[in-house]
């Protein structure tokens, strides 16, 4: 009984490359389910163009007339835009995926919302009824129409860059 021969360990040396490439990959796969190695979890989107959600949230149970989750009356500050990065388009160009959420308890529907954008574009197709550039650092949210309290809205955008997106003017009523 000697040394194995050649081809066994040439089997064995590639069976070992295979199982680690296999965890190499599986390991990619759930690291991106976490937040830059902390261990927490975040949302994961699905890869298709989410183009609108709606939700509600929880009223107080001292619901005031026009009266914000500050105890203010309506303003910019009730629109709040929160933007993160999903999966790329298959050619690599960087997705994100935006939501905006009125947060207002009770009483005051957002209308007319324009948010300031730059120079906004998109690889990725945008229904213009949910968000469109009008002119330069003027986007416009919704189509004009109003997010009820609780509400929300969310699309997803391709570019290079992420762009800072800012609550610019509303209407309220």
């Given amino acids: 009984m000697g040394l194995p021969g050649k081809g066994v360990i040439i089997v064995t040396f590639f069976s070992i490359c295979f ?7 599986l390991e990619l796969s759930s690291s991106s389910e976490k937040i830059y190695g902390t261990g927490n979890k975040k949302l994961v989107l699905s ?20 009266m ?6 309506c303003s910019n500050d ?35 919302i324009h948010v300031r954008c ?4 998109s690889a990725r197709l945008i229904n213009p009824r949910l968000f469109r550039r009008i002119f330069f650092d003027d986007c416009l949210v919704n189509n004009g129409d109003a ?20 609550v610019s003017s509303v209407s309220c009523f």
């Fill in 19 to 25: 199982i680690l490439a296999l965890f190499y990959v």
């Fill in 47 to 66: 890869k298709e163009n989410i183009t609108v959600s709606v939700r509600k949230l929880l009223e107080s149970p001292d619901e005031g007339d026009a």
């Fill in 68 to 73: 914000n989750r500050m105890g203010g009356t």
């Fill in 78 to 112: 009730n629109i709040v835009i929160f933007q993160g990065p999903t999966t790329p388009l298959p050619n690599g160009i960087p997705t994100y995926t935006v939501q905006v959420l009125n947060v207002c308890v009770a009483g005051c529907s957002i209308s007319n």
């Fill in 118 to 121: 730059g120079w906004f574009s």
């Fill in 147 to 166: 997010l009820g309290p609780g509400e929300s809205l969310s699309f997803q955008y391709a570019n290079s860059f992420r762009y800072p997106l800012s």
